[in-house]
Protein backbone atom coordinates (compact mmCIF):
# COMPACT_ATOMS: atom_id res chain seq x y z
CA UNK A 1 0.00 0.00 0.00
CA UNK A 2 1.56 3.19 -0.78
CA UNK A 3 1.13 5.34 2.85
CA UNK A 4 2.95 8.05 3.74
CA UNK A 5 6.74 6.46 4.59
CA UNK A 6 6.77 5.86 0.64
CA UNK A 7 5.38 9.64 0.32
CA UNK A 8 8.00 10.71 2.81
CA UNK A 9 10.60 8.73 0.37
CA UNK A 10 10.11 10.66 -2.87
CA UNK A 11 12.14 10.10 -5.29
CA UNK A 12 13.65 13.18 -6.96
CA UNK A 13 16.02 13.43 -10.22
CA UNK A 14 19.61 13.18 -10.66
CA UNK A 15 21.40 13.49 -13.50
CA UNK A 16 23.11 10.59 -15.42
CA UNK A 17 26.24 9.23 -14.34
CA UNK A 18 28.95 7.79 -16.91
CA UNK A 19 32.55 5.66 -16.32
CA UNK A 20 35.81 7.35 -16.09
CA UNK A 21 38.82 7.63 -14.77
CA UNK A 22 38.33 7.67 -10.48
CA UNK A 23 40.98 9.74 -10.33
CA UNK A 24 39.83 13.05 -11.83
CA UNK A 25 37.83 15.68 -9.56
CA UNK A 26 34.53 15.24 -11.78
CA UNK A 27 33.94 11.70 -10.71
CA UNK A 28 32.38 9.98 -7.66
CA UNK A 29 33.90 6.86 -6.29
CA UNK A 30 32.30 4.29 -4.80
CA UNK A 31 33.79 0.93 -2.91
CA UNK A 32 32.64 -1.12 -0.13
CA UNK A 33 32.09 -4.73 0.85
CA UNK A 34 28.37 -6.58 0.68
CA UNK A 35 28.77 -9.45 3.45
CA UNK A 36 26.10 -11.93 2.18
CA UNK A 37 25.76 -10.23 -1.26
CA UNK A 38 22.44 -11.12 -3.13
CA UNK A 39 23.90 -10.90 -6.67
CA UNK A 40 27.08 -10.39 -8.61
CA UNK A 41 26.21 -7.24 -9.91
CA UNK A 42 25.06 -4.24 -7.81
CA UNK A 43 23.75 -1.15 -9.69
CA UNK A 44 23.64 2.74 -8.97
CA UNK A 45 20.25 4.59 -10.46
CA UNK A 46 20.31 8.15 -11.08
CA UNK A 47 17.01 9.33 -12.84
CA UNK A 48 16.83 7.16 -16.23
CA UNK A 49 19.91 5.98 -15.79
CA UNK A 50 20.92 2.51 -14.37
CA UNK A 51 24.62 1.60 -14.20
CA UNK A 52 25.60 -2.02 -13.03
CA UNK A 53 28.84 -3.10 -11.20
CA UNK A 54 30.80 -6.05 -10.52
CA UNK A 55 30.68 -7.76 -6.82
CA UNK A 56 33.16 -9.89 -6.53
CA UNK A 57 32.97 -13.32 -4.84
CA UNK A 58 34.77 -11.61 -1.26
CA UNK A 59 31.66 -9.14 -1.73
CA UNK A 60 34.41 -6.00 -2.28
CA UNK A 61 33.22 -4.25 -5.13
CA UNK A 62 35.03 -0.73 -6.96
CA UNK A 63 33.36 1.73 -9.43
CA UNK A 64 33.86 5.79 -10.80
CA UNK A 65 30.60 7.82 -11.98
CA UNK A 66 30.74 10.85 -14.25
CA UNK A 67 28.17 13.12 -12.57
CA UNK A 68 27.51 16.39 -14.31
CA UNK A 69 25.41 17.65 -11.20
CA UNK A 70 25.06 16.50 -7.81
CA UNK A 71 21.67 14.66 -6.26
CA UNK A 72 19.69 11.71 -4.94
CA UNK A 73 20.87 8.48 -6.29
CA UNK A 74 19.99 4.42 -5.38
CA UNK A 75 22.45 1.77 -4.66
CA UNK A 76 20.55 -1.41 -4.81
CA UNK A 77 21.92 -5.67 -4.88
CA UNK A 78 18.95 -7.39 -5.81
CA UNK A 79 15.94 -6.43 -4.40
CA UNK A 80 17.72 -4.52 -1.27
CA UNK A 81 17.70 -0.64 -2.20
CA UNK A 82 19.10 2.01 -0.27
CA UNK A 83 18.99 5.77 -0.89
CA UNK A 84 22.29 7.67 -1.87
CA UNK A 85 23.31 11.61 -2.12
CA UNK A 86 26.23 11.86 -4.69
CA UNK A 87 28.37 15.03 -5.58
CA UNK A 88 31.58 15.06 -8.10
CA UNK A 89 34.29 14.56 -5.93
CA UNK A 90 33.00 12.14 -3.62
CA UNK A 91 35.02 9.16 -2.25
CA UNK A 92 32.65 6.67 -0.60
CA UNK A 93 33.05 3.15 1.09
CA UNK A 94 30.20 1.34 2.08
CA UNK A 95 29.96 -1.89 3.90
CA UNK A 96 26.65 -3.74 4.94
CA UNK A 97 25.40 -7.04 5.26
CA UNK A 98 22.71 -7.91 3.55
CA UNK A 99 20.45 -10.05 6.25
CA UNK A 100 20.07 -6.59 7.62
CA UNK A 101 20.55 -4.24 4.79
CA UNK A 102 19.10 -1.07 6.18
CA UNK A 103 20.26 -1.29 9.65
CA UNK A 104 24.01 -2.52 8.81
CA UNK A 105 24.81 -0.36 5.65
CA UNK A 106 27.66 2.29 6.98
CA UNK A 107 29.38 5.06 4.76
CA UNK A 108 33.34 6.20 5.53
CA UNK A 109 35.08 8.05 3.38
CA UNK A 110 34.79 12.32 1.73
CA UNK A 111 30.59 12.54 1.17
CA UNK A 112 29.81 10.23 4.20
CA UNK A 113 28.17 12.42 6.55
CA UNK A 114 25.49 12.87 4.00
CA UNK A 115 24.88 9.77 2.91
CA UNK A 116 24.60 8.29 6.67
CA UNK A 117 22.03 10.86 7.33
CA UNK A 118 19.82 9.70 4.45
CA UNK A 119 20.50 5.61 6.20
CA UNK A 120 19.48 6.96 9.62
CA UNK A 121 16.59 8.88 8.20
CA UNK A 122 15.29 5.48 6.34
CA UNK A 123 15.07 3.69 9.65
CA UNK A 124 13.71 6.93 12.06
CA UNK A 125 10.54 6.71 9.52
CA UNK A 126 10.32 2.90 10.00
CA UNK A 127 10.15 3.59 13.26
CA UNK A 128 7.39 6.35 13.26
CA UNK A 129 5.27 5.48 9.88
CA UNK A 130 2.60 2.94 11.69
CA UNK A 131 1.01 0.76 8.77
CA UNK A 132 -2.18 1.55 10.14
CA UNK A 133 -1.79 5.08 9.62
CA UNK A 134 -4.23 5.14 6.67
CA UNK A 135 -7.28 3.84 8.87
CA UNK A 136 -6.99 6.86 11.21
CA UNK A 137 -9.91 9.33 10.93
CA UNK A 138 -8.58 12.58 9.31
CA UNK A 139 -8.16 14.71 12.85
CA UNK A 140 -5.80 11.62 13.98
CA UNK A 141 -4.45 11.43 11.08
CA UNK A 142 -3.39 15.28 10.52
CA UNK A 143 -1.64 14.59 14.05
CA UNK A 144 0.49 12.23 13.40
CA UNK A 145 1.57 13.96 10.57
CA UNK A 146 2.64 16.86 11.96
CA UNK A 147 4.20 14.68 14.34
CA UNK A 148 5.97 12.79 11.54
CA UNK A 149 7.31 15.73 10.19
CA UNK A 150 7.91 17.65 13.14
CA UNK A 151 10.80 14.91 13.64
CA UNK A 152 12.27 14.82 10.72
CA UNK A 153 13.01 18.48 10.47
CA UNK A 154 14.52 18.64 13.93
CA UNK A 155 16.85 15.62 12.44
CA UNK A 156 17.58 17.24 9.60
CA UNK A 157 17.91 20.42 11.60
CA UNK A 158 20.30 18.37 13.80
CA UNK A 159 22.50 16.85 10.59
CA UNK A 160 25.25 19.55 10.96
CA UNK A 161 27.85 18.08 8.01
CA UNK A 162 25.34 17.15 5.42
CA UNK A 163 26.07 18.79 1.68
CA UNK A 164 24.23 22.07 2.16
CA UNK A 165 22.87 21.00 -1.14
CA UNK A 166 21.31 17.87 0.18
CA UNK A 167 19.90 19.91 3.28
CA UNK A 168 18.08 22.49 0.57
CA UNK A 169 16.95 18.86 -1.24
CA UNK A 170 15.84 17.40 2.24
CA UNK A 171 14.34 20.77 3.52
CA UNK A 172 11.90 20.83 0.30
CA UNK A 173 10.98 17.38 0.03
CA UNK A 174 9.72 17.66 3.79
CA UNK A 175 7.40 20.51 2.38
CA UNK A 176 6.30 18.54 -0.52
CA UNK A 177 6.07 15.19 1.67
CA UNK A 178 3.66 16.75 3.83
CA UNK A 179 1.15 17.68 1.21
CA UNK A 180 1.26 14.37 -0.92
CA UNK A 181 0.71 12.62 2.75
CA UNK A 182 -2.68 14.56 2.65
CA UNK A 183 -3.61 13.77 -0.86
CA UNK A 184 -3.01 10.27 -0.59
CA UNK A 185 -4.81 9.74 2.96
CA UNK A 186 -7.81 11.20 0.50
CA UNK A 187 -7.81 8.92 -2.62
CA UNK A 188 -7.05 5.86 0.09
CA UNK A 189 -10.76 6.88 1.40
CA UNK A 190 -11.83 6.92 -2.19
CA UNK A 191 -10.03 3.80 -2.63
CA UNK A 192 -11.83 1.87 0.40
CA UNK A 193 -15.23 3.38 -0.45
CA UNK A 194 -15.07 1.74 -4.30
CA UNK A 195 -13.61 -1.53 -1.83
CA UNK A 196 -16.30 -1.76 0.36
CA UNK A 197 -19.24 -1.81 -2.48
CA UNK A 198 -18.00 -4.74 -3.94
CA UNK A 199 -19.08 -6.83 -0.40
CA UNK A 200 -22.03 -9.22 -0.44
CA UNK A 201 -21.86 -8.27 -4.90
CA UNK A 202 -21.32 -11.32 -7.05
CA UNK A 203 -17.45 -11.62 -7.57
CA UNK A 204 -16.08 -10.08 -11.14
CA UNK A 205 -14.77 -13.88 -12.99
CA UNK A 206 -11.44 -15.17 -14.21
CA UNK A 207 -11.36 -17.52 -16.95
CA UNK A 208 -9.00 -20.11 -18.12
CA UNK A 209 -5.71 -18.85 -15.74
CA UNK A 210 -2.73 -21.06 -16.75
CA UNK A 211 -2.76 -23.53 -13.49
CA UNK A 212 0.42 -24.08 -12.68
CA UNK A 213 -0.50 -27.97 -11.48
CA UNK A 214 -1.35 -27.99 -15.39
CA UNK A 215 -4.32 -26.79 -17.56
CA UNK A 216 -6.55 -23.75 -16.67
CA UNK A 217 -9.17 -23.45 -13.63
CA UNK A 218 -11.51 -20.51 -14.10
CA UNK A 219 -13.52 -18.81 -10.83
CA UNK A 220 -15.86 -20.59 -11.68
CA UNK A 221 -14.45 -23.96 -11.34
CA UNK A 222 -14.08 -23.14 -7.32
CA UNK A 223 -18.00 -22.46 -7.05
CA UNK A 224 -19.21 -24.33 -3.87
CA UNK A 225 -15.93 -23.41 -1.90
CA UNK A 226 -15.08 -20.69 0.14
CA UNK A 227 -12.05 -18.84 -1.99
CA UNK A 228 -9.13 -17.29 -0.37
CA UNK A 229 -7.30 -15.41 -2.99
CA UNK A 230 -3.74 -14.19 -2.94
CA UNK A 231 -2.45 -11.48 -5.71
CA UNK A 232 1.02 -11.23 -5.72
CA UNK A 233 4.28 -11.50 -7.92
CA UNK A 234 7.54 -12.40 -7.68
CA UNK A 235 9.80 -8.85 -7.91
CA UNK A 236 7.16 -8.09 -4.23
CA UNK A 237 9.39 -8.51 -1.45
CA UNK A 238 6.08 -8.52 0.98
CA UNK A 239 4.58 -10.91 -1.03
CA UNK A 240 7.43 -13.39 -0.84
CA UNK A 241 7.31 -12.42 3.04
CA UNK A 242 3.76 -13.74 3.52
CA UNK A 243 4.30 -17.31 1.30
CA UNK A 244 5.49 -19.38 4.58
CA UNK A 245 2.00 -17.53 6.48
CA UNK A 246 0.03 -18.49 3.57
CA UNK A 247 1.29 -22.07 3.90
CA UNK A 248 0.54 -21.98 8.03
CA UNK A 249 -3.33 -21.35 6.64
CA UNK A 250 -3.49 -23.83 4.32
CA UNK A 251 -2.35 -26.13 7.29
CA UNK A 252 -4.50 -24.96 10.28
CA UNK A 253 -7.62 -25.20 8.04
CA UNK A 254 -7.33 -27.54 5.13
CA UNK A 255 -10.01 -29.83 6.67
CA UNK A 256 -12.12 -26.31 6.01
CA UNK A 257 -14.58 -26.15 2.72
CA UNK A 258 -11.50 -23.72 1.52
CA UNK A 259 -9.66 -23.42 -1.88
CA UNK A 260 -6.38 -20.97 -1.39
CA UNK A 261 -5.43 -18.89 -4.39
CA UNK A 262 -2.70 -17.57 -5.87
CA UNK A 263 -2.60 -15.20 -9.37
CA UNK A 264 0.75 -14.04 -10.33
CA UNK A 265 0.26 -10.95 -11.69
CA UNK A 266 4.17 -10.98 -13.05
CA UNK A 267 4.31 -10.06 -17.00
CA UNK A 268 4.54 -12.72 -19.60
CA UNK A 269 8.12 -12.19 -19.61
CA UNK A 270 8.91 -13.29 -15.89
CA UNK A 271 6.45 -16.49 -16.86
CA UNK A 272 9.32 -18.53 -16.05
CA UNK A 273 10.56 -16.62 -13.10
CA UNK A 274 7.16 -17.22 -11.28
CA UNK A 275 7.39 -21.01 -12.32
CA UNK A 276 10.67 -21.24 -10.48
CA UNK A 277 9.78 -19.40 -7.87
CA UNK A 278 6.34 -22.00 -7.26
CA UNK A 279 9.11 -24.67 -6.97
CA UNK A 280 12.01 -23.46 -5.16
CA UNK A 281 9.25 -21.92 -2.65
CA UNK A 282 7.24 -25.33 -2.62
CA UNK A 283 4.23 -23.20 -2.87
CA UNK A 284 0.84 -24.70 -1.97
CA UNK A 285 -2.58 -24.29 -2.84
CA UNK A 286 -3.86 -23.05 -6.55
CA UNK A 287 -1.06 -21.50 -8.35
CA UNK A 288 -2.07 -19.13 -11.37
CA UNK A 289 -0.94 -16.65 -13.26
CA UNK A 290 -2.72 -14.05 -14.75
CA UNK A 291 -3.37 -13.06 -18.53
CA UNK A 292 -3.22 -9.79 -18.69
CA UNK A 293 -0.88 -9.10 -15.82
CA UNK A 294 -1.84 -5.63 -13.65
CA UNK A 295 -4.13 -5.06 -16.86
CA UNK A 296 -6.49 -8.40 -16.23
CA UNK A 297 -9.96 -7.46 -16.15
CA UNK A 298 -9.89 -9.69 -12.80
CA UNK A 299 -7.51 -7.52 -11.02
CA UNK A 300 -8.67 -4.27 -12.33
CA UNK A 301 -12.98 -5.05 -11.38
CA UNK A 302 -11.30 -5.41 -8.13
CA UNK A 303 -9.30 -1.91 -7.61
CA UNK A 304 -6.28 -3.92 -7.24
CA UNK A 305 -3.64 -1.08 -6.73
CA UNK A 306 -1.13 -2.63 -4.53
CA UNK A 307 -0.02 -6.10 -3.61
CA UNK A 308 0.31 -8.37 -1.68
CA UNK A 309 -3.57 -7.99 -2.30
CA UNK A 310 -6.09 -10.89 -0.03
CA UNK A 311 -9.46 -11.20 -0.94
CA UNK A 312 -12.06 -14.22 0.44
CA UNK A 313 -15.25 -14.93 -1.98
CA UNK A 314 -18.02 -17.05 -0.43
CA UNK A 315 -19.18 -20.67 -2.16
CA UNK A 316 -22.08 -18.49 -3.84
CA UNK A 317 -19.37 -17.07 -5.33
CA UNK A 318 -20.17 -13.28 -3.71
CA UNK A 319 -17.24 -11.44 -2.25
CA UNK A 320 -16.78 -11.66 1.24
CA UNK A 321 -14.39 -9.12 1.58
CA UNK A 322 -12.45 -7.68 -0.40
CA UNK A 323 -9.66 -6.60 1.12
CA UNK A 324 -8.86 -9.34 3.74
CA UNK A 325 -5.56 -8.84 6.25
CA UNK A 326 -2.45 -10.57 5.62
CA UNK A 327 -1.66 -14.10 6.04
CA UNK A 328 0.38 -12.92 9.25
CA UNK A 329 -1.88 -11.13 10.58
CA UNK A 330 -3.77 -12.93 13.06
CA UNK A 331 -7.30 -11.45 12.20
CA UNK A 332 -6.75 -13.72 9.13
CA UNK A 333 -6.94 -16.84 10.67
CA UNK A 334 -9.88 -15.24 13.23
CA UNK A 335 -11.81 -14.93 10.31
CA UNK A 336 -11.26 -18.40 8.49
CA UNK A 337 -12.08 -20.01 11.73
CA UNK A 338 -15.51 -18.90 11.48
CA UNK A 339 -16.10 -20.41 8.38
CA UNK A 340 -18.60 -23.03 8.49
CA UNK A 341 -18.39 -26.51 6.22
Not at 31 to 56: D, H, M, V
Request: net charge negative; proline share 4%.
Amino acid sequence: MKNLRTVVLLVLFVAACTQGDESHPGYVRISGKITNPLTTQGQISAGKYKKTFAIREDGTFSDTFHLPAGGYAEFSDGNEVSRMYLENGYDLHLTLNTDSFDESIRYTGIGAPSNNYLAKKFLLEEQMIEEGMMDLDSTAFAAKVDKVMDTLNRFLAAAKDIDPDLRRLEEKENEESKAAAFEQYRNMRDFKAKIAALAGKPAPQFTNYENYAGGTTSLSDLKGKYVFMDIWATWCAPCRAEIPFMKKLMEQFGDKNIAFVSISIDKKKDHDAWRQMVKEKEMKGIQLFADKDWDSDFIRAFHVEFIPRFILIGPDQKVIDAMMPKPSDPRTAEKLSSIKN
